[in-house]
């Protein structure tokens, strides 16, 4: 919706029949970092959570591999905070890596507190990190991954769900999606006050969002909104996530006057599992981590050519490399062999990869796997501090919708669960330092006065699909001037009919999607473009090598406007 639609729908006070949500914190998204700081928060303070879709339909619950942290005797803070500035190509920031790294431990033992199961050694029986087996994948000196077999996010994220429906303190609302972010500056421009005319801090009120079951749009008001709504893979065509993951969180505080930086950096995973009815089905990092080749079509291995870690470097040269080879040769994909292992050792440590491609007619302990790369993280988001606030007081992000600092040009693997938990743990913890926030007044009404019911959901679904597709054409793996320009004139294309479509016709859930995903592609695009060098995720033939200077793609807003009582870390000195 465009400035005017906003400003007429906050303008109205006129009521629909539509339903009015007050909580202390309202929390947008029900994975890892959304379901921990609820939880977290939830025995001082009132909880809305919503998701999209069920609770435990998010990125967290299709997450194999594990959490990173320092829990073995031979590990240390340093070689993991080593590492993960390796990865980061330059770009992580030093203080939030540390920050992140030496809270890792202290948040694993909440997860065990919270009765997570994770997977034993075989002679392990005592309650102390000695006992869990940890795995190793790339990017990592040491085995620091803790796992539950190869289904983590699935043991973390249905735990911690259980918990929080059983908290008397959250309230849980499925099937609703937030549409767009309520603001003291909006308000007060509905009302007709200009900057000169009220000088109240900008700050966060809460959201309108769309209750898909009944089509109606709500007004959920609070003290405190934090978003947890992921990151923005579906805006490619071949992704490893589930629907979920739109860009919501992304668009709406940019929307809203958030900064957003590194949004370039999209992790291509490079191991998904190719087959026409796989749906991109992960084939977890933790098969290289246990031995696992990867080999070309004749059988032969080749990412010895590429790194000397070969199948344990870092995420970004693994899928180049496969990207690169298949290109070369032609080929629809190539070959992950981890068949020289056990038969019991293979449905032991990977019960639901093994499950899973016998399904497909795949026995992964007799042969390898097809797999190709497919867009799995978005390094990049909304700006924030280590506390993860955002630029807009009162407002926060946590998880994969934020960019804090901690995976700089490439996540490094099994960092991406470990951040959720800290940074909800830090959110909490700062939001509890201010109770004396006074619970806002009632806010404007979502007015659908002057819409109609759509008779064109055909332009949704050919907008979606073609912007999916140019994407992955042109934005993928490897990009240059020309795509990137190809892809940002069929973006302002998609923009302006969207923008019509939005403003004339009831919202629906695709509707809603197809206008974040698009505004997410558009920050991507004009990140790519603005960063002449090749480094981490972001791979440019016309600028094949990396510069000296290291910087982050900031971009800002042009309802930006500075809050000098938070300080958000941009620095990337190593």
Request: glycine residues 6%.
């Amino acid at each position: 919706m465009d400035i005017k639609n906003i400003m007429k729908s906050l303008v109205t006070s006129v009521s629909h029949g539509h339903a009015h949500q007050s909580a202390d914190v309202l929390i947008i998204g029900g994975g890892a970092a959304g379901l921990s700081a609820a939880l977290r928060l939830a025995d001082s303070h009132r909880i809305h959570l919503i998701t999209k879709g069920n609770l435990t339909e998010s990125c967290t619950l299709y997450a194999q591999g594990g959490i990173a942290a320092v829990l073995d005797r031979d590990d240390s803070i340093e070689s993991h905070v080593q590492d993960t500035l390796v990865a980061g190509a330059g770009l992580s920031n030093p203080e939030i890596v540390d920050f992140t790294v030496r809270h890792g431990k202290e948040n694993i033992h909440w997860l065990i507190d919270q009765g997570i199961k994770f997977t034993r050694n075989e002679a392990g029986t005592n309650a102390n990190a000695d006992a869990y087996h940890l795995t190793r994948e790339g990017g990592h000196s040491h085995r620091r991954v803790i796992h539950a077999t190869d289904a983590t996010g699935r043991a973390v994220e249905t735990s911690l769900a259980a918990m929080a429906k059983q908290h008397k303190n959250i309230n849980i609302f499925e099937n609703h999606i937030a549409v767009d972010l309520i603001t003291q500056e909006k308000v007060q421009i509905a009302k007709g006050l200009t900057s000169s005319e009220e000088h109240q801090q900008n700050r966060c009120l809460g959201a309108y969002v769309l209750d898909r079951d009944n089509a109606k749009v709500n007004v959920f008001h609070a003290k405190f909104v934090i978003l947890a709504n992921g990151g923005a893979s579906k805006v490619y065509l071949y992704t490893t996530n589930p629907d979920t993951a739109t860009g919501d969180g992304i668009a709406m505080a940019w929307r809203a006057g958030c900064r957003v930086a590194n949004m370039e950096f999209n992790q291509f995973h490079p191991t998904c599992l190719y087959h026409p009815e796989a749906k991109s089905f992960l084939i977890t990092e933790a098969l290289r981590g246990e031995g696992a080749k990867l080999l070309l079509p004749d059988g032969s291995t080749f990412m010895h050519k590429f790194d000397k870690r070969a199948e344990l470097a870092p995420r970004d040269v693994v899928a180049h490399a496969i990207d690169h080879e298949m290109k070369r040769i032609g080929a629809d994909n190539v070959l992950l062999d981890i068949s020289h292992k056990p038969l019991d050792f293979i449905q032991r440590h990977f019960p639901t990869v093994y499950q899973r491609c016998l399904e497909f007619g795949f026995d992964i302990s007799k042969q390898p796997i097809p797999v190709v790369p497919a867009a799995h993280y978005t390094c990049g988001g909304i700006m924030t501090n280590k506390h993860g606030q955002t630029d807009i007081a009162g407002l926060y992000a946590i998880g994969e919708v934020a960019f804090t600092g901690l995976h700089g040009a490439n996540r490094m693997a099994s960092n991406s669960i470990l951040e959720c938990l800290v940074f909800a743990q830090s959110a909490s913890e700062h939001i509890k330092q201010q109770a004396d926030i006074p619970m806002p007044v009632k806010l404007p009404e979502w007015d659908e006065s002057r819409v109609t019911d759509s008779d064109e959901e055909v332009v949704v679904t050919h907008n979606w699909d073609e912007l999916r597709r140019f994407m992955w054409d042109y934005v993928g793996i490897v990009r240059t001037n020309k795509r990137l320009q190809r892809a940002k004139s069929r973006i302002n294309l998609l923009k302006q009919e969207i923008t019509d479509y939005y403003g004339n016709f009831r919202i629906t859930n695709d509707l809603i999607e197809l206008r974040n995903l698009v505004d997410t592609a558009c920050l991507i695009v004009e990140s790519a473009m603005q960063r002449k060098e090749s480094r981490g995720l972001h791979h440019t033939l016309d600028y094949p090598d990396a510069s000296k200077e290291k910087m982050n793609t900031i971009l800002t807003p042009e309802n930006y406007k500075e809050n000098s009582d938070i300080e958000i870390l941009t620095d990337v000195t190593v």
